[in-house]
């Protein structure tokens, strides 16, 4: 078996791992960081390669390029299985074995499917560039098995979960149908579909205001999306949902955007997870019970200034790994760790073409409609990884807006796209 130590093994290359290898690298530490992708994946974008508006190549950047001046970070792209949390030493698939001085564990998150009968062997979640991969090719094949026969055959789309991921894929889907399916394939056919965004609370946008909220709901119903709210679903099949007040609604794609917990690592590491499955960390980000161990991001529940947890936002994970490089290199020093503290910049959420919703800054200081559109492509073009990818996005994005053409009609996943397209053609002759 392998073995080698450095000052600080970070678990994780997502927004919270990466922030904390950089700073501490920046402070003269060495750093392995170890991932189970190549790349650093922009989650906030995904819903947009999977309706075609984005390439993988904006949103998933090679954590090699992101390192490439730092000799200090060396990268190891192998999956964590297990955590020694007493001796700061990690375990990956290959067999190998890495122990550091101290550990950062940054594994982020996974969906949450709740137990719901069927959802996660049919539902597409949307947390990786591979969900948004097989969604896209889905609903690719899906929109040619349907329009391929003499007749085209009208399906509906369900979304579940009325937060930013659903509201903002919902609204992406039924624009590609309003302007796209609609213009190129049949006007007919694309307002035969309906996408509908189910949830079991009664509005969408929960973090949001009110006039937020409303806003969101008005322009979900402009874009032809049905919102089905208040109710939750209880099972899913290959043909549909079943929702909690008896009804049903016939689906050949599910998208899942109902929820997040933590990774299965962090209880079976022996982590102290609380809430959500995320672990209990201390203000200064340290795993209470060990020694130089630090949780951050999706994977932990950051206790924000009035003590409960901090949202699970890029911009906490972000700050969070920044903090704790910091904190790791007081520690390992001699110093002591400080409390984290987190400077709440807003949140947004996009609804379609020049429609979104962000409360900025501390105050939460609202904005809808086109300035709040303005505001959310200004932000993610900033918080992109990367020069060639926010050049692809911003290019992306005016030729979307201006020619009304989805830019990255792309199939990565020829089995999904197929599954679509043949589930859809079936129905279409009446053999399915
Ligand atoms: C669809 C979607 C949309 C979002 N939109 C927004 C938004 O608009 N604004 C916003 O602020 N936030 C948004 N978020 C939240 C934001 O993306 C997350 O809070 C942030 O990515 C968390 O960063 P992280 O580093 O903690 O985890 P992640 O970004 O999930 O990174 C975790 C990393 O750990 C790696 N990993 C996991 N397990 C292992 C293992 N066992 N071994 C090795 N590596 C492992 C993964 O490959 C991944 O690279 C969104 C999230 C999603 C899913």
């Given at each position: 078996?392998?073995?080698?130590?450095?000052?600080?093994?970070?678990?994780?290359?997502?927004?919270?791992?990466?922030?904390?290898?950089?700073?501490?690298?920046?402070?003269?530490?060495?750093?392995?960081?170890?991932?189970?992708?190549?790349?650093?994946?922009?989650?906030?974008?995904?819903?947009?390669?999977?309706?075609?508006?984005?390439?993988?190549?904006?949103?998933?950047?090679?954590?090699?390029?992101?390192?490439?001046?730092?000799?200090?970070?060396?990268?190891?792209?192998?999956?964590?299985?297990?955590?020694?949390?007493?001796?700061?030493?990690?375990?990956?698939?290959?067999?190998?074995?890495?122990?550091?001085?101290?550990?950062?564990?940054?594994?982020?998150?996974e969906p949450n499917f709740f137990d719901t009968p069927g959802a996660k062997q049919h539902a597409y979640p949307l947390y990786?560039?591979?969900d948004?991969?097989a969604l896209?090719?889905r609903l690719?094949?899906l929109?040619?098995?349907?329009?391929?026969?003499?007749?085209?055959?009208?399906f509906d789309i369900v979304v579940v979960g009325?937060?930013?991921?659903g509201?903002?894929t919902?609204?992406?889907?039924?624009?590609?149908?309003?302007?796209?399916?609609?213009?190129?394939?049949?006007?007919?056919?694309?307002?035969?579909?309906?996408?509908h965004l189910v949830d079991m609370?009664?509005?969408?946008?929960?973090?949001?205001?009110?006039?937020?909220?409303?806003?969101?709901?008005?322009?979900?119903?402009?874009?032809?999306?049905?919102?089905k709210?208040?109710s939750g679903v209880t099972a899913v099949t290959e043909h549909g949902v079943s929702l909690a007040d008896g009804t049903t609604i016939d689906t050949p794609v599910v998208v899942w955007a109902g929820g997040l917990k933590?990774?299965?690592?962090?209880?079976?590491?022996?982590?102290?997870?609380?809430?959500?499955?995320?672990?209990?960390?201390?203000?200064?980000?340290?795993?209470?019970?060990?020694?130089?161990?630090?949780?951050?991001?999706?994977?932990?529940?950051?206790?924000?200034?009035?003590?409960?947890?901090?949202?699970?936002?890029?911009?906490?994970?972000?700050?969070?790994?920044?903090?704790?490089?910091?904190?790791?290199?007081?520690?390992?020093?001699?110093?002591?760790?400080?409390?984290?503290?987190?400077?709440?910049?807003?949140?947004?959420?996009?609804?379609?073409?020049?429609?979104?919703?962000?409360?900025?800054?501390?105050?939460?200081?609202?904005?809808?409609?086109?300035?709040?559109?303005?505001?959310?492509?200004?932000?993610?073009?900033?918080?992109?990884?990367?020069?060639?990818?926010?050049?692809?996005?911003?290019?992306?994005?005016?030729?979307?807006?201006?020619?009304?053409?989805?830019?990255?009609?792309?199939?990565?996943?020829?089995e999904e796209?197929?599954r679509g397209?043949l589930a859809t053609?079936?129905s279409?002759?009446?053999?399915g």
């Amino acid at each position: 078996m392998d073995e080698h130590t450095y000052d600080v093994v970070v678990v994780g290359g997502g927004f919270a791992g990466v922030a904390a290898a950089r700073t501490a690298a920046q402070r003269g530490l060495h750093v392995l960081l170890i991932d189970s992708n190549p790349f650093h994946q922009f989650q906030p974008l995904l819903y947009q390669v999977a309706t075609s508006q984005l390439s993988v190549a904006a949103v998933a950047r090679p954590l090699r390029s992101i390192f490439r001046r730092r000799p200090r970070v060396q990268l190891r792209i192998a999956r964590v299985t297990a955590i020694d949390l007493t001796d700061h030493a990690v375990t990956t698939s290959d067999g190998a074995m890495f122990r550091g001085r101290s550990l950062v564990v940054a594994v982020g998150a996974e969906p949450n499917f709740f137990d719901t009968p069927g959802a996660k062997q049919h539902a597409y979640p949307l947390y990786s560039v591979a969900d948004a991969t097989a969604l896209a090719s889905r609903l690719l094949g899906l929109i040619d098995g349907a329009t391929s026969g003499e007749t085209a055959q009208p399906f509906d789309i369900v979304v579940v979960g009325g937060g930013p991921t659903g509201v903002e894929t919902a609204g992406a889907i039924a624009e590609n149908l309003d302007y796209v399916v609609s213009r190129y394939v049949s006007p007919d056919f694309a307002a035969s579909c309906t996408v509908h965004l189910v949830d079991m609370v009664d509005q969408v946008l929960t973090p949001f205001s009110v006039p937020s909220q409303q806003y969101a709901q008005r322009r979900l119903k402009k874009v032809g999306v049905n919102l089905k709210l208040g109710s939750g679903v209880t099972a899913v099949t290959e043909h549909g949902v079943s929702l909690a007040d008896g009804t049903t609604i016939d689906t050949p794609v599910v998208v899942w955007a109902g929820g997040l917990k933590g990774s299965a690592l962090l209880a079976e590491s022996g982590l102290p997870v609380g809430r959500g499955g995320r672990v209990d960390v201390a203000p200064d980000l340290s795993v209470p019970g060990f020694q130089r161990v630090y949780a951050l991001g999706d994977a932990a529940n950051i206790p924000g200034p009035d003590g409960t947890p901090l949202p699970q936002l890029g911009s906490v994970a972000q700050q969070s790994g920044a903090w704790a490089g910091r904190n790791v290199h007081a520690e390992l020093s001699g110093a002591q760790p400080t409390p984290f503290a987190y400077r709440d910049k807003g949140i947004m959420a996009m609804i379609g073409r020049g429609a979104a919703v962000a409360e900025l800054g501390r105050r939460h200081r609202g904005l809808r409609g086109p300035l709040a559109f303005a505001a959310w492509l200004v932000v993610h073009v900033m918080l992109l990884s990367g020069i060639p990818q926010r050049v692809s996005a911003i290019v992306s994005w005016a030729w979307d807006y201006f020619t009304h053409r989805r830019p990255h009609v792309v199939v990565y996943r020829p089995e999904e796209y197929a599954r679509g397209h043949l589930a859809t053609a079936r129905s279409a002759d009446g053999t399915g």
